[in-house]
């Protein structure tokens, strides 16, 4: 059943493609599109098209880049003798707001997760082995997340990364910065007590 | 501080533009676009040009259309007697859903509101005029929002409708269906009083 004219039918269902938007924000936003001046509108769907254009993989460390080699993996001030490994585009931007590190990173794309019939070969570890045997790393930081899919990532890459010379260490785990002892789970909880530290 | 590629913050800064998106949901919207085909991000893009381009207001009754007259307009079958005012193209579709009306509409596009600096003359009320004046109208449905603005303006638009001869009804007020009394207001319970009606 259509009720609005058609473009307008056509932008809502565009809309509602996205991820976590229904009809009635589509709706929404459809209308606020209409509402915009024809500059506005034209700038907002050029950067959709630019983006999906201009936007392609590091050929180093995979993240998204609109050059051959992303900004971080071409700054020769960064340590290259450390690699952070995370699934995420957002993940490496997560780590670069704490300012606290200066290594390279490799994005993986995803994490193996048989539900979702994603093995090794769907993700970027092909092009990791290929970092780590090419020589200079140190160390390998696995940064993927703590759940389930996470843990099994960073395992498997660990095994795979245990014939080359190099440190695997993965990201501590502990109660949250500013948390509270008694809302925190018992796994965590487990964990900080079992990663705790002298003072 | 820019953190993801340049392409890529621009997609994220447009759809953050878009009301009720912040900066998180403006990120999984962009890499949404991202993980589309050059096909369909395409698509997305041409939807929100052509709208904006090809959507105008038709001519009778300022609802949304690409075509001169809007659909419902151009209905020989519908009663042109019954003209129902609405403030938004979006309860045009309200209605139309109930397929209980078969008269016309009126779109105000907006309602009066002194607080927002909008007057009678920012919204559709000269057209509505214009389409009684011409004749061959016997009823105006009043189906503004029951809220302060929308109040005001079927007031507004009832005196303005006086001197004609036709009459100016408004929506009933009452309990909506499948709701409780005792979550009722006192407001809407003293209408759904006053509105009774024999069974």
Known sequence: MQF??????????QFQKLPGIGRK???RLAFFVLSLSEEDA????????????????CSVCQNLTDSEVCSICADKTRDASVI????????????????????????????ISPI?????????????????AE????????????????????MYLARLLAPFEVAVTRLAYGIPVGGHLEFADEVTLTRALEGRREM
Request: hydrophobic fraction near 40%; charge should be negative.
């Open 4 to 13: 609005f004219t058609a473009p307008v039918e056509h932008l809502i269902e």
């Open 116 to 132: 979702n019939n994603i093995g090794p070969d769907d993700i970027r570890v092909k092009e990791l082995l290929t970092r780590v």
């Open 84 to 111: 952070c490994v995370v699934a995420d585009p957002k993940d490496v931007v997560a780590i670069e707001k704490t300012r606290e590190y200066d290594g390279l990173y490799h994005v993986l794309h995803g994490c």
């Open 25 to 27: 924000t589509a709706q």
């Open 135 to 154: 020589g200079d790393v140190r160390e390998i930081i696995m940064a993927t997340n703590p759940d389930t899919e996470g843990e099994a990532t960073a």
């Open 42 to 57: 034209n700038t907002f769907a050029t950067a959709v098209v630019d983006a999906k254009k201009s936007v392609k993989f």
